[in-house]
């Protein structure tokens, strides 16, 4: 259906008969269980702050929201949304813990749980593409220095850590062929990406109101731009705000 808003990668289908077909049911059924309630985590977080959820794509390695969000969305709604799936991690792991309290459980199902629970909570802390943890360290650097900067900085953290962990799945975990496509592909999309947001991000500032904590006189380039704030430049011993500024020599 065209309006469905969870969608099952054919990849994923295939990935779960193989699973089922090796004995790994429980397994299988426990890791989705978590994915699934990590995205709707997301969803209910993006639906507060109403944000367009356009679909929750689930891959055999995890899931991703996609959402129509603008880029000049206020910092801790970023965060807070980003970090709206491991909060339900953990709202999940209490009421697996009120389970097994009442036996309806057992010991290694419990502690089944706990291990694909703690393990798809810390890898979303990574700061690698599409994940999490690259969200919210991108949203924070955002607050502290300018657009264009963090974003040169996210990239260059993404190409380090992924480094480390597909070094890291190599050497431990060889048959983690598809999880290391799909993070390097994502990375070389956000760099393909790159002048696009970048655009994008300038675009936001003429075309739609937001909210900024701060006006900056006698800024001297647009690079040093960051997402809360509203400046002004100087040309011609006169100051001219930013949209009229990009309007002139940007677009």
């Known amino acids: 259906m065209k309006n469905t808003l969870i969608k099952i990668d054919i990849s994923t289908y295939l990935f779960i008969l193989l699973a089922f077909l090796a004995g790994y049911i429980k397994s299988i059924l426990l ?39 603008k880029i000049h969305e206020r910092i801790y709604k970023t965060i807070i949304c980003s970090l709206g799936g491991l909060i339900f991690q953990i709202f ?41 943890g690259s969200k919210i360290y991108f949203a924070i650097l955002t607050k502290y220095i300018s657009f264009r900067l963090s974003y040169y ?35 070389i999309k956000e760099i393909k990406n790159f002048k696009y947001t970048i655009n994008k991000f300038y675009l936001e500032r003429i075309l739609s109101p937001h909210f900024y904590n701060a006006i900056i006189n006698n800024c001297s380039n647009i690079n040093h731009f960051k997402i809360n704030k509203f400046y002004y430049l100087k040309e011609d011993n006169k100051y001219i705000n930013e949209k009229d500024y990009l309007l002139k020599y940007y677009f």
Do not use: A, Q, W
């Open 153 to 187: 900085l996210m990239l260059i953290l993404n190409m380090i850590f992924l480094i480390l962990f597909v070094s890291y799945i190599m050497i431990f975990r060889v048959n983690d062929f598809i999880l290391i496509t799909f993070l390097v592909l994502e990375y």
């Open 92 to 132: 999940l792991f209490f009421i697996f813990l009120f389970l097994l309290k009442y036996n309806f459980i057992n010991n290694y199902t419990f502690t089944l749980f706990k291990t694909y629970n703690l393990t798809l909570f810390l890898f979303n802390l990574l700061p690698i593409i599409p994940l999490d």
């Open 31 to 69: 890791i989705y269980l978590i994915v699934i309630i990590h995205e709707f985590g997301h969803f209910f977080f993006f639906k507060i702050f109403k944000i367009n959820v356009i679909k929750m794509v689930i891959y055999p390695f995890g899931g991703i929201t996609i959402v129509d969000k």
